[in-house]
């Protein structure tokens, strides 16, 4: 049945024609982060080569660039970088979250998430600023916010999913998805309050806020392409598909769920499949081997 489709047989190591889940390939969170480095290095060369020179005040984002009219510093400053550290731990979050979204939500909707979490992120410090000048009124740069947008995104849709994250780069720690949202809103909202210096931690909650909304509000409606929905934040039960049957035979799983997806890589070939087709086949192949 399935195996007897020539594309569902699983290839030989090395076959061109099977792309690993995260092969790592062209794809708009690639470009973002060259994009990343190579602002960075700019900035290195401005600040050597033309000290004097205004790149960073009109570019990075503050209270007073925006009150001078410099609205483009709320997409500039997403692409600069206070130092490497500060570059290396924005890029690795944006590649563990970024290459499953993107292809989860599609290019555009991916693009969307990333900059609407970066400019709400950094009109949520503006906001701090203009409430506190004294404690939170220096520029703001780096692409934080547009990480912890995609945290918020990816622990909404995948909320049980397990993460393996390095403390100091040295203790692994596993939690899931959920619980690395809600600490990192934790953390946020702690260093906003007992002011924690030279981190935005206001653009940190107000990137999780936007990813928050963009999963619960903009994506309502999609849920059969959701694997759930984090417990305090529900997507309502009439959001989900409300024809989709508890229990499907194999048969029914075949014409309804897993044709739809061999026909597409006719089509289109298997690097056109989503994170969730690949799941889905990887499920239907698994039934089928079990039988």
């Known amino acids: 049945m399935l195996e007897d489709r020539d594309y569902m047989r699983q290839p030989e190591f090395g076959d061109a024609r099977w792309t690993p889940r995260f092969q790592l390939r062209w794809s708009w969170t690639v ?33 007073e660039g925006l009150e001078r009219g410099y609205v483009w510093q709320l997409v500039t400053y997403q692409f600069m970088h206070a130092g490497w550290l500060h570059l290396l731990l924005n890029c690795w979050a944006i590649f563990i979250f970024g290459r ?20 709400v992120g950094g009109i ?6 203009l409430l506190w000048p004294d404690l939170f009124g ?22 049980e999913r397990e993460l393996t994250m390095l403390v100091f780069f040295v203790i692994p720690v596993n939690l899931r998805a959920k619980t690395l949202l809600l ?25 999780m806020a936007m990813g928050w909304f963009f999963v ?3 994506m309502r409606g999609r849920g059969a392409r959701l694997e759930g929905a984090f417990p305090i934040f529900p997507i309502r039960e009439t959001d ?31 690097q056109s ?11 239907a192949r698994r039934r089928m081997a079990g039988r």
């Not at 949520?124 to 600023?129: E, H, K, Y």
């Open 183 to 207: 600490v990192s809103a934790v953390l946020a909202v702690t260093g906003i309050v007992f002011l924690w210096d030279n981190v935005a931690n206001a653009a940190h909650l107000g990137g």
């Open 31 to 63: 470009l973002l982060l060259s994009v990343y480095v190579i602002v960075f290095v700019a900035e290195l060369a401005a600040a050597k080569f033309a000290p004097h020179s205004h790149f960073f005040s009109y570019l990075a984002l503050s209270k």
């Open 138 to 159: 220096g520029a703001v740069v780096g692409a934080s916010a547009c990480a912890f947008g995609l945290v918020a995104a990816f622990a909404l849709i995948f909320p």
């Open 216 to 218: 619960q509000r903009i």
């Open 273 to 283: 499949l989503t994170a969730r087709e690949r799941e889905i086949l990887e499920s």
């Open 100 to 119: 499953e979204l993107e292809a989860l939500l599609g290019e555009r909707k991916f693009l969307a998430l990333m900059f609407s979490s970066g400019i």
């Open 124 to 129: 949520f410090q503006v906001l701090v600023a």
């Open 240 to 270: 989900q598909s409300p024809s989709r049957p508890v229990e499907k035979t194999p048969a029914e799983i075949v014409a309804d769920e897993v044709d739809p997806i061999l026909d597409k890589i006719s089509a289109h070939g298997i």
